[in-house]
């Protein structure tokens, strides 16, 4: 815990980006895309990774040191992937989460994920999956690239979208999150749009809804949504390592999002490894709306009880934790023992610290 916060990054990965895991031509051309965003968000120091470092089959020690070792982040929402089109193993592997999660029970969240084309046995792998792994959200993408055509999975979609919400409702998960904002590989822009997520928001008030990515795109539409829904969540993977080096526009979209009213909805994530977590935790600790913005567009300060809510407690809040339990839980772990004893570098594992 840093300073009083209590920190969760709501989406990492352990992206398996090697060669041995491709099943497309095109994946080394989404690879590359995937290494540019690191590129671009991350600093010219210490913490960016050449394209070697970067591209390859991440471990779960290599997440959990970056992770928990390497940063202040204290909680970590695993995302598993559903890019089979892509990837033999979706990108990011459940069984790597697991195994996370296992190493660290306090300390890690689980998302499960399918591929809705499946049809029946999507249902019955998300079944397994509750079952198995005791995931507690489902992570999916609006669309699947398929022998040169887009194939749409939109939320509203009766046979790609309600029949999955429906049996996370019965198997007792109410979190969905879905990948929005940031079109993947060929696949076309018009469904990472929000459309959808304004329908089902709507028809399932019980449900919670992330818009993951949200605002790197379409900022005015995900205000819209969080004035309107209290039951949908903006998620700022990728969207908040922008105030590294594009502070202004993070400003510019945190300042929409407040200013709809949404800071209790508002969840931090860096998507780590995609970049390394704690440049963008120092950036937002310190940050402020800058002066223009609050004085043109009367948007809000971001004061320490913000931050806290959106460095953590939201997200907390969201999956109904007990913030003071979760604190107690992990101030006395492996984890935090290991921080006490001595101070690691970034990327270590990497470069053999």
Aim: overall charge negative; some cysteine; proline content about 4%.
């Amino acid at each position: 815990m840093r300073d009083g916060y209590i920190i969760v990054d709501a989406v990492v990965h352990a992206y398996n980006l090697s060669k041995e895991n491709s099943v497309s031509p095109i994946t080394d051309r989404f690879n590359e895309a995937v290494y540019g965003f690191h590129n671009m968000l991350s600093p010219n120091n210490e913490y960016k990774l050449s394209k070697n470092e970067f591209l390859r089959d991440w471990g779960v020690k290599e997440l959990e040191r970056t992770a928990f070792l390497e940063s202040d982040i204290d909680i970590v929402a695993y995302h598993s992937l559903p890019l089979f089109d892509y990837y033999k193993d979706g990108m990011s592997d459940i069984k790597k989460g697991d195994e996370l999660r296992n190493r660290n029970p306090f300390r890690v969240i689980l998302y499960g994920t399918i591929n809705p084309f499946e049809g029946i046995n999507a249902l019955k792998n998300l079944e397994m999956q509750k079952k198995e792994y005791d995931i507690v959200g489902v992570k999916l993408y609006p669309a699947h690239y398929y022998k040169g055509k887009t194939l749409s999975m939109q939320l509203d979609n009766p046979n790609t979208g309600l029949s999955i919400i429906e049996k996370a409702r019965e198997l007792g998960i109410n979190v969905i999150a879905v990948h929005k904002a940031i079109p993947f590989g060929l696949s076309h822009q018009k469904y990472y749009r929000l459309d959808d997520v304004e329908i089902v928001a709507d028809k399932y008030p019980e449900m919670k809804f992330e818009i993951v990515h949200g605002g790197y795109a379409f900022v005015e539409e995900t205000a819209f949504l969080l004035a309107r829904f209290s039951n949908v969540y903006v998620n700022l993977e990728i969207t908040a390592s922008l105030i590294v080096n594009h502070a202004k526009r993070f400003a510019e979209i945190l300042g929409k999002f407040l200013e709809a009213g949404a800071e209790d909805r508002i969840l931090f994530g860096t998507g780590c490894v995609l970049v390394h977590p704690q440049p963008v935790i120092e950036k937002f600790i310190k940050f402020k709306m800058p002066d223009e913005l609050v004085n043109e567009y009367g948007y809000p300060q971001v004061t320490d009880d913000i931050k806290r809510k959106i460095l953590g407690e939201n997200y907390l809040r969201m999956h109904g934790m007990n913030i003071d339990e979760v604190k107690t839980k992990i101030e006395n772990d492996n984890i935090m023992k290991l921080k006490y004893e001595r101070k690691f570098r970034p990327w270590g594992s990497i470069r053999g610290d």
